[in-house]
């Protein structure tokens, strides 16, 4: 793949809310995930390549940068996601907070499953197969969210169809 180096492979990295709750269904919330991912490109630990934020989930074609480590980069991006969902939550008196309350020794809070799912596309093939998932997510039938994949905004599938990176961090996956 032009524009893709496999000193460490791209990865399909997906995140799914605590017990699949729609946390993600508020566009101030998919905001924070847009936010960290224009931080992570711009601080030039990772590249996205394509993303998808749902009502309860979120996936990411991202490739760790060789100087990165990649659980340390994921772990990293959760925890932050994490802490703003929090904030947000509490500077807007949102009651839907208590839905994330735990009882755990090392947070009050928790927002993610633990059990990220990561793993390697190691061929244009397989790359391919993941960008058109993503795009296709919120067209699915199970979430029927808009009718074609364009519709969606929160998704870089306009990028790849007009590229226009309205987001500010997306790179074709042909460089």
């Given at each position: 793949?032009?524009?893709i ?12 809310i605590l017990?699949?709750?729609y946390?993600l269904?508020d566009d101030?919330?998919?905001e924070i ?5 224009k ?5 030039g630990?990772v590249?996205v390549?394509g993303?998808?934020?749902m009502p ?12 990165h480590?990649?659980?340390k980069?994921?772990q990293?991006?959760?925890?932050y ?12 008196n ?14 009050e ?5 633990r059990?990220?799912?990561s793993?390697d596309?190691?061929s244009r093939?397989?790359f391919?197969?993941?960008?058109n998932?993503?795009?296709?997510n919120p067209?699915a ?10 519709e969606?905004k ?8 007009t590229g226009v990176n ?7 996956y042909?460089g």
């Open positions: 793949m032009p524009g180096t496999f000193n460490q492979y791209p990865q399909f990295f997906t995140a799914t017990e699949w709750k946390l269904e101030r919330l998919k995930i847009v936010d960290s991912l931080f992570l490109v711009d601080d630990r590249i390549y993303f998808v934020i309860n989930h979120i996936h990411i074609i991202w490739q760790i940068q060789d100087k480590d990649k659980s980069v994921q990293s991006f959760l925890k996601t994490a802490q703003k969902m929090k904030f947000w939550l509490l500077d807007t949102d009651k839907a907070l208590e839905n994330y309350k735990v009882k755990a020794s090392d947070r809070y928790q927002f993610w499953e059990n990220s799912l793993i596309l190691w093939a397989v391919m197969q993941k960008l998932y993503i795009h296709n067209v039938a199970k979430w029927k969210l808009c009718q074609f994949p364009e969606y929160y998704s870089s599938y306009r990028f790849y169809e309205e987001f500010g961090f997306l790179s074709h042909n």
